[in-house]
């Protein structure tokens, strides 16, 4: 299954505000929105940079995914998602193509789906399908 697009590029750091202050100072402009997402211990801030979001995650609990990759690589570039018209085909899809997945089924988000890609199958980067609405 072809991606439409990227739907978002995300980074890892350990003090979310001091990051957005500098990335906000960088890029002239604010988060569009902040967020916590309590089953995976992240407080994100999101920019919209045309039609591309560019997410900075700081884990909330000192165990979550994003300490454990902060703590293993440092800070820095975490993940890519590509926005896909079916999640649960596209990761089926990878399946079959011998792609390690974190995900078995895709998990529920806001009106959407979206499923994780291992990063031994994807040269180390984490990889993410998404679909839904924008």
């Not at 045309?50 to 993940?79: C, P, Q």
Request: proline share 5%; hydrophobic share 30%; aromatic share 10%.
């Amino acid at each position: 299954m072809k991606p439409e697009r990227i739907d978002h590029i995300c980074m890892v750091v350990k003090k979310l505000d001091e990051a957005v202050e500098n990335y906000n100072r960088l890029l002239e402009l604010e988060p569009e929105e902040f967020y916590v997402n309590e089953d995976e211990k992240l407080r994100v801030a999101r920019y919209k940079i045309g039609e591309v979001y560019f997410e900075i995650m700081e884990d909330t609990t000192g165990d979550g995914d994003v300490a454990r990759s902060i703590e293993k690589r440092g800070e820095g570039l975490f993940l890519i998602s590509f926005k896909v018209p079916n999640t649960e085909e596209a990761l089926e899809k990878a399946k079959r193509k011998g792609y390690r997945t974190i995900d078995e089924k895709p998990r529920p988000w806001r009106n959407s789906q979206y499923a994780f890609l291992h990063p031994s199958s994807t040269n180390g980067t984490l990889v993410e399908f998404i679909d839904g609405p924008d």
